[in-house]
């Protein structure tokens, strides 16, 4: 489990593709502290597993399953990765309960900055999008991140100049895809609520239903 707050941006040494999988070494300081074999790392939002451990890096195997689903299978040598480790039980969260389960990777519709302000906007899936809601969490590229406004199916984000520039949104452009994970408590509730949905009311849960339900 992991906060969305990055604790610094790495980039990757080396890449090698085997069956299945490929081994990736990343280069880094910060988040070796205290870091073990076995240890979990969020990088660029996706959950991944220390197997080895050097003076000024780390690797980890990523599997076919995250190389298809999320952006780690488009890394290069020198692409920059954002950085976190597992949460400790005894520290602040400034940022909100993230897994590094990543739920689609979409492509970046608009990259604007001005006034001081960075807006990103995603075109996110109806899946994700039933998790979202205006002023609620969203992870991209293991990022904590406020969602500031929702409209059809694009999510856009205010990103503090702070956070643009220490992660790798900084290197982002229109086009580049992101690893978006939605909040866990929404995905619960949207499997709770997933019955009642496909009930005879037609698939629509209505007020009525809701009070029907005992709600």
Do not use: W
Request: glycine share 10%; hydrophobic share 40%.
């Amino acid at each position: 489990m992991f906060t969305g707050i990055i604790e610094e941006m790495g980039s990757v040494a080396s890449i090698r593709h085997e069956t299945g999988r490929a081994c990736l070494h990343i280069r880094a300081g910060a988040v070796l502290e205290g870091t073990r074999i076995g240890d979990s790392i969020n990088v660029e939002g996706v959950c991944q597993t220390v197997c080895e451990i050097e003076a000024a890096g780390f690797s980890v195997f990523t599997l076919a399953e995250s190389l298809k689903k999320t952006t780690l299978g488009a890394l290069r040598p020198g692409s920059p990765v954002n950085l976190e480790r597992a949460m400790r039980a005894d520290t602040r969260m400034g940022g909100h309960l993230v897994q590094g389960h990543v739920s689609c990777a979409p492509a970046i519709r608009e990259l604007r900055q001005g006034g001081g302000n960075v807006y990103l906007v995603v075109e996110a899936p109806e899946e994700a999008l039933d998790c979202c809601v205006p002023e609620g969490s969203i992870a991209l590229d293991g990022i904590s991140l406020t969602i500031a406004r929702i409209s059809d199916a694009l999510i856009t984000v205010n990103i503090i100049p702070v956070t643009f520039e220490r992660t790798s949104l900084r290197y982002k452009k229109a086009g580049d895809r992101v690893n978006l994970e939605t909040d866990v408590i929404g995905r619960y509730v949207r499997s709770f609520l997933a019955p009642y949905r496909k009930a005879s009311s037609g698939g629509t849960l209505t007020p009525e239903k809701l009070k029907e339900l005992g709600y």
